[in-house]
Structure formats: structure tokens, C-alpha cells
């Protein structure tokens, strides 16, 4: 497979229309940390951003940062980090879950859109993307957006190129809002809930008024022992509902206290605080009890998206009826499950049952085999498949860029 190393926009452009008149597709990587998820894509080149790694421009005050595609994501948020900022929507690192090195890159983040337990509070990775410069399918540059918070430049193109999975456009810079650190936290912990109490209970704190920044639920389960900073959480195989608040320590406290009064009807409430909650969110963001290194790190892992208010009885169903193992977050919102292995990832099953619940599902992991005969991205209904073809056909026509990894079949 030839590899492409391109040290700036200009050489994108000149590889995509090399591409174009050769009709050759191009996959498109960073350092290649995702490679495992999507359907397998035919094609003999691949299009390496990793030298387009600098830090444009950085402006703390502006709670702004300008950055290449091609930077190493742990590089970025070192930086940031270090004035005390960060990303608010809490990028997914993939590599536990897949079991890859852990370089992840600032345009694999934006491309895969996977955000973590502050999603409902702070947004997804394309409320964080103020602009972008990218090559289409054209082999022509563009620019979407601007470097301002307020911006109301144009078209806001670059919210379509995240969650993209490079399908649209090549993207060569970004620019994206940071936020300063929550000065403390606190995180409220209730046992032995079973899924659909557990559900109503998120369902409560979240819409109560204690501004509740994460919202999740592990199941009691013999087959996931707790390890790392789950455990923590009690004994191996009890179940545990989290909540998180965040802000200055008083408020965060005040808050706290307030909330486990509310929610006293369902259990005596635990609060752990700052180091110990933040190293639980960082493990529940990651997806660490599926972890590819784990005892379940040969099973399909399925992200399912559905109304919070069904997560907890689509969980149930679908665990009892699989043998599988889940995880809650986003109130329920959203729903880890990693299943027993079958040549189809038990996707028949997990389609049916997330249909009815009115939710879509994506297949993070699996083998290249199961990818090869299972849509791995969700179906779509034939209107929006067909507006979401067209808004394709507007920016790579040929379909040059990462062709079929989206749908099953568009590969050949």
C-alpha cells in the first residue's frame, strides 16, 4: 500500500486530484487510531496527515486554539491543560476500547465526533468546532467558519465534517473552543439499583436544579470485575449509579448535599470528591470495564444511542436477551454493550431492539471479518439516506475520500 506524507494543504490538494484523475480512493489517517472501526475500505493509498501537527495559534483568554489535523490529541490537551483549560465535551480515547497506542490526533476527533460523559451538559464535538480548513473531493481548499466564538461567516460547513469520518473533506486545521477546568468536583454514588430505577434516578437529578455535568450507571454483573479506578466503587458486581457536579469547591459541595436529599428515596447516597471522581469519569469515558486488554476484550462492542427515557429498559432487554454486558451514560442516553461473539456481532438483535426503542447504533469493535457482512453504522431511513447522499455528492463526488467506510458494499 503506497503511503502519501503531505506537509501542508497545498500537497492534500495535489494527492486528492492526483487521486481523482487516477480514480483511485484514498484512506485518510493521523497515526491510524481508528483504522479499526467502520466498514473495511478497498483501496491502495493512504493519505498520512501526521506531519501537519503544529499548533497554529493559541489564545487562553479567547478560550480559543487553532491546531493542525495531524497533532497528536494527548499533545493538545497537555497544552491546554497546562493554562488549566480543556475540551469541555470530553473526547473518547479509542485505544482502550480497540486496543491500540494510544496517538489519537485532533482531526480523528473531530472525524469520529465521539464525546464523552459531559455531552449533556456541554455539547458534542461539533458544538466545539468554531472553523476548519479542509480539501474536497474537488482537490479544492475551503475554509469554514473563523477563529471568533461568535462567528457568523458563511455557511457552518464544519459541523457537518464532524462526525464525518473523513467521508467529505480532508481536513488540515481546525480551530476549536476550550474551556477553563472545573476548580472541583464531586460525585454522588447510589448502590444496587437495578436499570430501570437506576434510569429514573439519573432522569431526576438531571432534571433537577443542581446543574449535574455526568450521569451514568454500571449493572451488578459477575462477568465485569472492577479494576482501576472502578474499584473504588464497592464490591466486584454491585451496582452503581454516578452523578457528577462540578464547579468552585463550595458550590460543587453545596450542591452535592442538596441533590442527595432529593434523591434519598432511592438509597443512601456515597460522595467521592475530586481525584477519586475524576479518575472514575476518565475510566467510564473510556469505556474501561470492556477494555480491549480486559476479560471482555474479545467481544463486539456496540455504542447504542437512544432516548435517555428508554435507555434503562433497552439495556435490561438487550443484556438479558444477548448474555451481554452494558454500561449507561448520558442518563441513559447512551448504552455500551459488549456482546458474546456471533459471526454477526448479534446485530439483527441489537437493530430490532434499538429500532423499537427509537435509537441508532454503531459497532466499535470487531473483527474485519464480522465488519465485512454487519452494517457497522446504523441504517438510515431512505429520505435521510438519500439527504445525506446529496450533501456527500456536494463535497467528494467521485467518491475519493475513505470510499465505503460509512456503508457496506460502497467500498467495491
Same mark, same amino acid.
Given at each position: 500500500m503506497d503511503t502519501l506524507k503531505v506537509r501542508d494543504a497545498q500537497d492534500v490538494e495535489q494527492v486528492v486530484r492526483a487521486a481523482i484523475a487516477s480514480e483511485q480512493p484514498l484512506e485518510i489517517i493521523g497515526h491510524g487510531s481508528k483504522r479499526q472501526i467502520g466498514q473495511p475500505m478497498a483501496t491502495n493509498a493512504l493519505l498520512d496527515l501526521s506531519d501537519l501537527n503544529a499548533v497554529t495559534a493559541y489564545e487562553p483568554n479567547e478560550l480559543v486554539i487553532t491546531v493542525q489535523a495531524?497533532? #497528536?490529541l494527548a499533545d493538545?490537551?497537555?497544552l491546554i491543560d497546562s493554562r488549566n483549560q480543556q475540551f469541555a465535551f470530553e473526547?473518547?480515547?479509542?485505544?482502550?476500547?480497540l486496543g491500540t497506542p494510544a496517538f489519537g490526533t485532533i482531526g480523528g476527533m473531530i472525524g469520529a465526533g465521539l464525546a464523552g460523559p459531559r455531552r449533556i451538559?456541554?455539547?458534542g464535538a461539533r458544538d466545539h468546532l468554531l472553523g476548519a480548513h479542509a480539501v474536497s473531493g474537488f482537490g479544492d481548499s475551503f475554509k469554514t467558519g473563523g477563529r471568533v466564538v461568535k462567528n457568523v461567516t458563511g455557511y457552518d460547513l464544519c459541523k457537518l465534517l464532524a462526525g464525518s469520518w473523513g467521508t467529505l473533506a480532508v481536513m488540515t486545521e481546525v480551530t476549536l473552543k476550550v474551556m477553563p477546568k472545573p476548580e472541583s468536583e464531586r460525585t454522588l454514588v447510589l448502590r444496587g439499583l437495578d436499570e430501570v430505577t437506576a434510569n429514573r434516578a439519573m432522569t431526576a437529578a438531571l432534571?433537577? #436544579?443542581f446543574d449535574v455535568s455526568g450521569a451514568a450507571h454500571l449493572p451488578n454483573s459477575a462477568l465485569?470485575?472492577?479494576a482501576g479506578a472502578l474499584a473504588g466503587?464497592?464490591?466486584?458486581?454491585?451496582?452503581?449509579?454516578?452523578?457528577r457536579l462540578e464547579g468552585i469547591a463550595a458550590s460543587a459541595a453545596h450542591r452535592a448535599?442538596?441533590?442527595?436529599?432529593?434523591l434519598q428515596s432511592y438509597g443512601s447516597v456515597e460522595i467521592l470528591e475530586d481525584a477519586t471522581s475524576l479518575a472514575i469519569w476518565g475510566a467510564l469515558r473510556d469505556v474501561q470495564p470492556f477494555a480491549a486488554g480486559g476479560a471482555l476484550g474479545a467481544w463486539p462492542v456496540w455504542r447504542i444511542v437512544c432516548p435517555p427515557a428508554s435507555g434503562g429498559a433497552l439495556g435490561q432487554a438487550l443484556s438479558r436477551d444477548s448474555g451481554g454486558e452494558v454500561i449507561y451514560d448520558w442518563g441513559g442516553g447512551l448504552i455500551w454493550a459488549a456482546l458474546p461473539p456471533k459471526p454477526d456481532a448479534q446485530a439483527a438483535l441489537v437493530r430490532q431492539r434499538v429500532d423499537a426503542a427509537g435509537g441508532h447504533a454503531t459497532l466499535i469493535r470487531a473483527s474485519e471479518p464480522v465488519r465485512r457482512i454487519v452494517d457497522v453504522f446504523h441504517p438510515q431511513a431512505g429520505g435521510l439516506a438519500a439527504l445525506g447522499e446529496r450533501v456527500r455528492q456536494g463535497f467528494d463526488p467521485k467518491n475519493i475520500l475513505n470510499r465505503g467506510r460509512l456503508k457496506r458494499g460502497d467500498a467495491a
Open positions: 495531524g497533532a #497528536p493538545v490537551q497537555s473526547p473518547v480515547d479509542t485505544s482502550v476500547l451538559k456541554a455539547g432534571g433537577s #436544579p465485569r470485575p472492577a466503587l464497592g464490591a466486584p458486581g454491585q451496582a452503581a449509579t454516578l452523578l448535599a442538596s441533590l442527595g436529599k432529593v
